[in-house]
């Protein structure tokens, strides 16, 4: 018995250095508040649920802007999504551009991706998020008479491991992703994918400690947190399905950061059905990071940051020449 206690004790003390840490990082970068992002509410499933949207202050009236969700992370919150991992900056791009950005939260901070055996609620309890996506698509898009051409998602880790569940099962409300530090979960393969193709940018870091670049077990410290299939593998997966070009153009773009020790490279693959593409931006020596955001936990235990890309700008780049058909 005491050697079980012995061998117990350090998880424990990994697991409570870590929630002080997540604490901490949520609490040491704050960007100014806006008067022009509000929390809501919204009832799915007999659930109430939340999200921050974030409206320009010069929307024009008589148009139909562009509707972007941005995902947390696991153990994560839309807030801290919006405030701390991408510093604010896509209300700033919002701003400048005219679209209306969603940062919703998870059930128990967790998003329902589809991975089996998971422990926490939003997957124990089998929450019905692309439900409340659903949801949000339609009540936003009458208030706001969003672009039904023009609503992405993008999102880090469990946020863009829900990103590709909706891709798989809603694409024809949803005009492309971008998932950050996330591959397709392996329980997502058995699901009905729907035909409609749509449009892919995948970022990811080749050290990734969390969502292995190379698949396998997801997270630490050590319980079940389900499986994935290796970044690579996920990128040929939406090549496939969109009829895409099978040789990419390949470019390694400017290392502007030599001190970050990473160095990324951008891969297009083309010529897709209705004209969609898979980009894969490998990031060397990259971690479970967003790249030129907020290092919300030490190296050793996300990773290394690349600031040779800024992860908001390329992603809404991305998405502005990425509308449907």
Excluded at 78 to 101: A, H, Y
Excluded at 102 to 115: A, H, L, M, S, T
Excluded at 226 to 249: A, D, K, L, Q
Excluded at 277 to 305: A, F, K
Aim: glycine residues 8%; aromatic residues 10%.
């Amino acid at each position: 018995m005491k050697r079980k206690t012995i061998e117990i004790l350090p998880v424990l003390l990994i697991g409570f250095f870590l929630i002080i840490l997540i604490f901490l990082a949520g609490c040491m970068y704050k960007i100014p508040e806006n008067p022009h992002t509000f929390t809501r509410t919204i009832m799915t499933n007999g659930l109430e649920r939340t999200y921050r949207v974030h409206i320009p202050p010069s929307l024009p009236e008589n148009i139909s802007p562009a509707l972007l969700f941005v995902l947390h992370g696991g153990g994560g919150t839309g807030e801290g999504m919006e405030r701390t991992l991408t510093l604010g900056g896509f209300n700033v791009l919002s701003d400048q551009q005219n679209f209306i950005v969603v940062y919703p939260d998870g059930i128990e901070k967790n998003w329902n991706d589809g991975r089996k055996n998971v422990t926490d609620p939003a997957h124990q309890q089998n929450i019905d998020d692309v439900g409340f996506f659903n949801a949000l698509i339609d009540n936003l898009t009458i208030e706001f008479n969003i672009d039904p051409d023009r609503i992405f998602v993008t999102g880090i880790s469990n946020g863009a491991m829900m990103s590709y569940r909706l891709a798989f099962e809603i694409p024809e409300k949803i005009a492309a992703i971008a998932p950050v530090a996330g591959a397709i979960p392996t329980d997502l393969l058995h699901y009905n994918i729907s035909d409609v193709p749509i449009s892919v940018c995948v970022m990811s870091g080749t050290n990734d400690p969390l969502v292995p670049w190379e698949g396998g077990q997801v997270g630490f410290p050590r319980k079940p947190r389900g499986t994935v299939i290796s970044v690579p593998e996920s990128v040929r997966y939406w090549v496939t399905h969109n009829n895409c070009s099978i040789i990419p153009n390949i470019t390694l773009l400017p290392d502007t950061d030599p001190t970050d020790h990473t160095w990324v490279q951008r891969d297009i693959y083309c010529e897709g059905t209705d004209n969609t593409e898979v980009i894969l931006y490998t990031i060397y020596n990259g971690g479970h990071t967003w790249s030129d955001g907020y290092q919300y936990l030490p190296e050793v235990l996300v990773g290394r940051m690349s600031h040779d890309i800024n992860a908001n700008n390329v992603i809404w780049d991305f998405f502005s020449s990425h509308p449907k058909k």
